[in-house]
């Protein structure tokens, strides 16, 4: 994966103005200007705290924000919530790991699906379809609460699929994963995103992953964005590394 | 008449301040939705009423007898339910604590029988008369005991090493446990002091209303509507909001009819409920806003 | 859940209903239990509709059972108007408040709505009696089909038990439509669901609207059977928590859990009532008992806990295929 | 939707749920008619409220009725059935209105040739449109009027009616203080929430307040114990000086209020309550003796001269206060059994058509009433109906009106 594919932004997919977010007195988030073009992979990074997940929540309409506005394909969509985004094609998985812990993986996938038919014959197709492509074909029966976490994951990215998005926050996705596991769950995305042209936002805290995986990085600290370029020249920025590592882990790095 | 009215809203009020007070532990504190909170406070009346019949003895006096029983009663709730119950979730909670409820009111119709019971003391009906306003000696004392009742439950949470951890678990959980907290004893212990509290309400209304197996349900409502007013967690704001409540009861009656006394209370409850679920005090309950 | 699972289960629920029907047809007695138990079954149909398959706790089934039964009997003294269009505008009107208690009070996470709807209900009681409806009498006009009025329960209970397999038979197509996906999405995981594309605010709504037809529709059916109408019975706290306490008993979130929780609670009920008469309450305590246990272990209801002691039971006795442990106890979502 | 599979298990659910049913129908199906030879006992209903908010009148009924009849049965039983023994079918009418129903359902079910109950207005009215569809004679005392205003033949009333009742007691008070020079000027309304407290405020405001001149200073409905103070209450009284309180809330709103007169040093207005409830002994324990003394309670029946001999009879029975509810099912009893005695026969039809022509004078089949006779109209309600005044006096009953049969003069507290 070279770079020079991350920087070649042909269409703008998703552009957040200025957007912010207010808690009363305290500011989450400050001012955030980013755009993505279509099909690029970016890596969201930030210590804890750092407002990561608020900007996300932002986004995907789990929350108003207070300023600014967030464009899809062009059209503004700031506030919208999360089912009306999802129709739109912006998705996102869940950091709950198995939130549909009744339902079978076939069922839980076809409720992607779901959002464009109301057939649910033609949503267990898709769901059927987006299980292969996730090789997940022969747990289709299988309740949700018997599969492993990497398969549970699996099935997060299978909904997400069935539901045709273009623009995708995978929210801490990684978390709990061997280094194994995470390599190999990491291909099956890239794969997968290659194939759909999905323009992939990745939050995390590993860097590492990200990295293996991310062309561009955007990272914030105290709610605001502190970089936001090619991955290996953000990786060696002093401001992100003042805001990991801490001011003087500097003159080793 | 109005200064009566208002005085009559501080005394009435009180007693509901420490029925929400009980509530606001559980529900505040440890998050623990109790439905049988108000039934608890009926078994407390049921238990003053016992202790009276036994005795003769004045019922304030037997307060601490009241609400040592409760204390125990809570704990042994605790150790047999609540403590399953605290991480299957808020759905749980309210079916098993209404499941409670209604086993305590039909054990009370089997023992105590249908008909209404009061206790006979001098206090409930004397009162002491100040330029022209009466003021009940049994809610005097009532008054005297809710203020005691708060500022115990104020010294216990902020000032002894017991309310440190409670306060550390309510605000989060998970962390309280890395910090060596023995979080299921810490719920034990905060559930005795919510239904120890029952016990104090219990014991005061006794002395001057008469309990029966159907009382408990007009408590059902108003448990919940001095702590969700008063603000989640907030000690000051449930206090506040009892004595509102009661303001409320009393002036609903005084102007416009005895008869909607509790409809008024329920319909501010409804309506605050909408405007804002966080209560006066409370800070945001749910950040996350699903819409339409 | 595959399509034909649900259809045979309401077949299961039919069948059922027919066992009942023919017990009504033994004595009056009987028959009028039966007819309440078929009443109680449509009211439970209702209520897991709305909190055993969508997932919102609510309290306040009783408002919409009494507004109707309320409406149908003043109806009936004042206008002298036929039953059939007194619940016919009860189910309207009830409706009408659905909507304006579900688009209030739905936004509210699920303890603010369990008890803003527990509050409904006592508010209109009290307004009620503030009107002064303190006791309606349904006129008697002796045998006349035309004002639902017969002399035997039994025709009751053929309405009753007729709504309620027709409740099944929804119930059953609504798990293989997309709102019935919906409904278990959003039970299960109301913030996922969302994020997975489900219009939660407006799915829930649907659940309680079709939760209060049911409740209207077994409110306007008790109505006939009861002789007058009070608000205490009407609004009270107890006929929410009824219709909560047959479905938990029989199985929330199943086709057959409002069936099976009546069968079992109205019979039994009526049982501890007459043989243990001079234990007022005795019954009530015996449910309670019961639903605190439910509670506990498994949303399913009373019927799975069955199953398992039957296997652990079967295990013990030496049988051959020793079967997979019982499914773990499964932690609620957020 | 949850997959766990249970395909093998559901015929062990339908063998389950089909179990229970056919228990219930074993339980309560046993309707073997058991057709009555000479000898044979005939078997009377009573159902009545043991448990619930009324529990007290049912127990007072099932001794009123008992006592009589043991009393026939020892006398021979019916002669004009070979001496045929009375058999008293019991049941509880239940703590709310659906129980009662079932109850009543239950007595019609053991073929009883005639039925007694309620004693309670709206279970009664359930339980005559029982008996009239299962066309069994049923004898009640409740007053509400639509029990006898719905065309039925089957149902009988020995009380007067709500409407009627009221008048009849406000022409009583009125009566009464004329003649000890008292003129009733200001009366306040305070009533509960139970249909016979609306009915009687209904009927005093729309018509008797005018016509006997009393002048409505205060009307407050108060909801079944909903009073959590009733310092309100009383402070209105006080500004608006009645000298009367009439039809009076449930007992625990009472028992607040007369608390709260105490506390606040006002003397007493005495109640006019309508209702026998209010003449048994958990109306004594609930206000106590000075809470109670100078209460009137107007009822249907009570103990009045030449009555001594059944009072005494319900005292060795266990109960200080025999009122209106020992007297009437005792008289209900006898009145059947003259029913009986004249059809001569156990047919409900010809038992119900002796009932509807009973002209009955003195005797114990007459004695709760005062005019001593009993004759039904067409409508089945009784045709000399007449209310009866009780005044608390010291800690006891007296039925102070109709001053013919009074037992002691009313006493007046405060100067009308």
């Excluded at chain 1, 002093?238 to 805001?243: P, S, T």
């Excluded at chain 2, 206090?123 to 203020?147: H, K, P, R, T, Y």
């Excluded at chain 3, 505008?89 to 209030?104: K, R, T």
């Excluded at chain 3, 929780?261 to 015996?286: C, K, N, R, W, Y």
Aim: net charge neutral.
């Amino acid at each position: 994966m070279t770079t020079a594919e991350a920087t070649t932004a042909t269409a703008t997919v998703l552009e957040l103005r200025g957007l912010g977010k207010r808690f009363g007195g305290l500011r989450a988030v400050r001012d955030v200007d980013v755009t993505l073009g279509q099909g690029e992979r970016v890596g969201l990074l930030g210590p804890n705290g750092a407002g990561k997940t608020t900007l996300v929540n932002c986004v995907c309409g789990d929350l108003k924000p207070s300023d600014g506005d967030v464009l899809l394909g062009g059209e503004t969509v700031t506030g919208l919530p999360p089912h009306r985004l999802f129709g739109r094609g912006l998705a996102r998985t869940y950091q709950v790991v198995n939130p549909f812990p009744a339902l079978t993986a076939l069922e839980s996938t076809s409720l992607g699906a779901l959002a464009h038919t109301r057939s649910v014959r033609e949503a267990e197709e898709a769901g059927d379809e987006a299980l292969r492509e996730l090789g997940l074909r022969d747990k289709r029966d299988v309740p949700m609460r018997q599969l492993n976490i990497v398969e549970m994951k699996e099935v997060e990215l299978a909904r997400i699929f069935a539901g045709r998005p273009s623009v995708v926050f995978l929210d801490e996705l990684l978390a709990g994963l061997r280094p194994s596991e995470m390599s190999a769950l990491l291909d099956v995305i890239s794969d997968v995103a290659g194939r759909q042209g999905w323009t992939v936002v990745m939050i995390e805290h590993l860097i590492g992953a990200v990295m293996h995986f991310c062309g561009r990085l955007v990272v914030m600290n105290e709610g605001q964005v502190i970089a936001d370029g090619p991955a290996e020249q953000v990786a060696r920025d002093d401001a992100v590394i003042d805001a990991y590592l801490g001011p003087k882990w500097r003159q080793h790095a | 008449m109005l200064v009566q009215a208002l005085i009559n809203g501080v005394l009435v009020g009180a007693v509901w301040a420490v029925l929400g007070l009980g509530k606001q532990i559980v529900l505040g504190v440890i998050h623990f939705v109790n439905f049988a909170h108000g039934h608890l406070v009926m078994l407390a009346m049921y238990l003053g009423l016992l202790y009276w019949t036994i005795t003769h003895a004045d019922p304030f006096l037997l307060l601490p007898l009241v609400v040592v029983s409760l204390a125990l009663i809570g704990w042994v709730l605790d150790r047999v339910m609540v403590r399953r119950l605290v991480d299957l979730g808020d759905r749980s909670q309210m079916i098993a604590t209404l499941a409670l409820a209604l086993i305590i009111e039909n054990a009370a119709l089997l023992i105590a029988g249908p008909e209404p019971r009061s206790v006979r003391s001098w206090a409930s009906s004397s009162a002491l008369e100040i330029g022209g306003v009466f003021l009940n000696w049994a809610q005097l004392i009532g008054l005297g005991i809710a203020v005691i009742a708060f500022v115990g439950t104020w010294w216990l949470l902020n000032r002894t090493p017991l309310g440190a951890m409670i306060r550390a678990t309510s605000q989060n959980r998970e962390s309280a446990q890395y910090m060596g907290i023995d979080i299921s004893r810490v719920y034990g212990y905060a559930f005795a002091l919510s239904v120890s509290l029952a016990g104090v309400v219990g014991a005061i209304l006794i002395v001057s209303t008469p309990v029966g197996p159907q009382s408990a349900w007009s408590f059902l409502v108003l448990m919940f509507v001095v702590p969700v007013l008063g603000g989640l967690g907030s000690i000051g704001g449930t206090a506040l909001a009892g004595v509102i409540v009661g303001m409320l009861q009393v002036l609903s009656t005084e102007y416009l009819d005895i008869q909607l006394q509790n409809a008024v209370v329920y319909a501010a409850f409804l309506a605050f409920l909408l405007v804002r679920p966080q209560g006066i005090f409370g800070r945001s309950t749910d950040q996350y806003r699903v819409s339409v | 859940m595959t399509g034909t699972g649900s259809y045979r289960a309401a077949l299961v629920g039919c069948a059922l209903l027919c066992l009942g029907g023919l017990i009504a047809t033994t004595s009056e007695t009987n028959a009028r239990m039966a007819a309440m138990a078929a009443v109680w079954g449509l009211m439970a149909a209702g209520w897991n509709i709305v909190s055993g398959y969508a997932g919102p706790l609510s309290l306040g089934q009783a408002a919409f059972f009494g507004l109707t039964w309320f409406l149908s009997t003043l109806l009936f003294i004042e206008y002298d108007l036929t039953p059939y269009l007194g619940i016919a505008i009860g189910v309207v009107a009830s409706l009408l408040l659905a909507v304006v208690i579900g688009l209030a009070t739905l936004r509210l996470s699920g303890l603010y709505f369990a008890l803003a709807t527990l509050t409904i209900p006592l508010i209109m009681g009290t307004l009620t009696r503030y009107f002064d409806w303190f006791e309606l009498t349904r006129p008697y006009v002796g045998e006349s089909a035309r004002h639902f009025q017969f002399n035997s329960s039994l025709p009751y209970y053929v309405t009753a038990a007729v709504l309620l397999a027709a409740a099944l038979f929804f119930t059953a197509y609504l798990q293989r439509t997309r709102m019935g996906r919906y409904f278990v999405a959003i039970r299960e995981n109301e913030r996922a669901a969302e994020a997975s594309g489900i219009p939660t605010l407006r799915y829930k709504l649907y659940a309680f609207l079709i939760a209060a037809v049911m409740a209207s529709l077994a409110g306007g059916i008790y109505g006939q059977i009861a002789f007058v109408f009070t608000p205490e019975d009407a609004y009270s706290p107890v006929t929410s928590i009824q219709a909560l306490l047959i479905v938990l008993i029989g199985g929330a979130g199943t086709v057959l859990g409002p069936v099976i929780g009546a069968a079992l609670v109205i019979p039994a009920g009526q049982l501890t009532a007459e043989h243990f008469s001079h234990l007022p309450g005795l019954d009530h305590l015996a449910y309670a008992v019961v639903l605190l246990i439910v509670a506990f272990f498994s949303r399913e209801g009373l019927y799975p806990l069955l199953a398992r002691g039957t296997e652990r039971l079967g295990q013990l006795l030496g049988r051959r295929r020793p079967r997979a442990p019982a499914a773990v106890v499964r932690k609620e979502g957020p | 939707m949850s997959r766990k599979r249970f395909p093998k298990t559901l015929p062990v659910l339908t063998v389950l749920v089909a179990a229970v049913l056919a228990l219930a129908v074993a339980a309560c199906g046993d309707d073997g008619a058991s057709a009555g030879g000479g000898s044979d006992p005939v078997k009377i209903g009573l159902v009545v409220h043991k448990t619930g908010p009324y529990a007290d009148t049912g127990r007072m009924s099932s001794i009123g009725a008992r006592l009589a009849v043991d009393e026939i049965n020892a006398a021979g039983g019916i002669k004009s059935l070979g001496g045929a023994k009375i058999e008293l079918v019991e049941e509880d009418a239940g703590p709310q209105l659906e129980r009662a129903a079932t109850a009543i359902n239950r007595a019609l079910g053991e073929d009883i040739v005639a039925g007694i109950g309620t004693g309670i207005s709206s279970s009664t009215v359930a339980g005559t449109e029982l008996a009239e569809r299962r066309q069994i004679p049923w004898i009640t005392v409740s007053f509400d009027d639509t029990i006898t205003d719905r065309g039925f033949k089957f149902v009988f009333a020995t009380s007067p009616k709500t409407s009627e009742f009221t008048n009849l007691w406000a022409q009583a008070i009125s009566e009464l203080s004329a003649s000890d020079g008292k003129k009733i000027t200001r009366v306040a309304i305070i009533q509960g929430t139970n249909i016979v407290a609306v009915n009687a405020a209904k009927a005093i405001r729309e018509q008797y307040a005018k016509k006997y001149g009393w002048q409505i200073v205060l009307d407050q409905t108060i909801e079944d114990g909903t009073l959590s103070d009733a310092t309100s209450i009383v402070n209105k009284i006080r500004s608006t000086q009645p000298q009367l309180l009439l039809v009076g809330p449930t007992l625990p709103d009472m028992q607040k209020i007369a608390r709260k007169e105490v506390e606040l040093g006002l003397e007493p207005v005495p109640w006019v309550l309508s209702g026998a409830p209010y003449l048994s002994g958990a109306f004594l324990d609930a206000l106590g003796e000075e809470g109670v003394n100078g209460t009137f309670a107007v009822a249907a029946s009570a103990v009045f001269k030449g009555q001594e001999d059944v009072a005494a009879k319900v005292r060795d029975k266990g109960d200080q206060f025999p009122q209106q509810y020992h007297l009437v099912e005792y008289s209900h009893v006898y009145l059947l059994k003259e029913a009986i005695e004249r059809a001569k026969s156990r047919e409900p039809q010809e038992i119900r058509d002796a009932l509807a022509k009973l002209d009955v004078k003195g005797g114990p089949a007459t004695q709760a009433w005062p005019s001593g006779r009993v004759r039904f109209d067409e409508t089945g309600r009784a045709i000399d109906r007449t209310a009866v005044v009780v005044q608390w006096q010291d800690g006891k009953t007296q039925t102070v009106f109709p001053l013919d049969m009074a037992e002691q003069p009313a006493i007046w507290p405060n100067e009308a």
